[in-house]
């Protein structure tokens, strides 16, 4: 009797814990969904586009303002951990293999994974009220010069 009445109680708490809500079933509104990929290699001499191996991205991606990215003055400051303040104070968002959904406020945001510095046109999103924006990303990280 103990035995079946185990047995129950185990079945109950999985039907439980399978009810449960998951980041991954919250539907975004207002947000982005894309595929990240990541790669780094040499880059003296450059290695042309093509021949780069990118693999989807597990790790920290952050929404960065663009409007406080261009606070920061110049790359000294960068260097300088006024970036990693910056990352400390945006939006993140853990991506697992690559599949990147969030739901964001309005805005212009720069994407950046945790590895890599990278500001440019590519990475640069507008965020508006009610849409969700589907696109793409891929980073390179030098590792020479």
Do not use: H
């Amino acid at each position: 009797m103990k035995a079946i009445k185990f047995s129950v109680l185990a079945i109950f708490l999985v039907i439980i814990a399978s009810c449960q809500k998951s980041d991954d079933d919250v539907k975004i509104t207002t947000g982005l969904i894309g595929n990240v990929q990541y790669g780094e290699g040499d880059c003296m001499p450059i290695i042309d586009e093509n021949s780069r191996v990118y693999e989807n991205y597990t790790g920290e991606v952050y929404f960065i303002l663009k409007s406080d990215l261009e606070n920061i003055s110049d790359l000294e400051d960068v260097e300088n951990n006024s970036f990693d303040e910056l990352k400390a104070k945006s939006i993140s968002k853990k991506v697992v293999k690559g599949k990147l959904e969030i739901q964001l406020p309005e805005g212009t945001f720069v994407v950046m994974p945790s590895e890599v510095y990278v500001y440019s046109a590519d990475n640069t999103v507008v965020i508006k009220k009610g849409v969700v924006l589907e696109k793409n990303f891929k980073f390179w990280k030098c590792t020479s010069y």
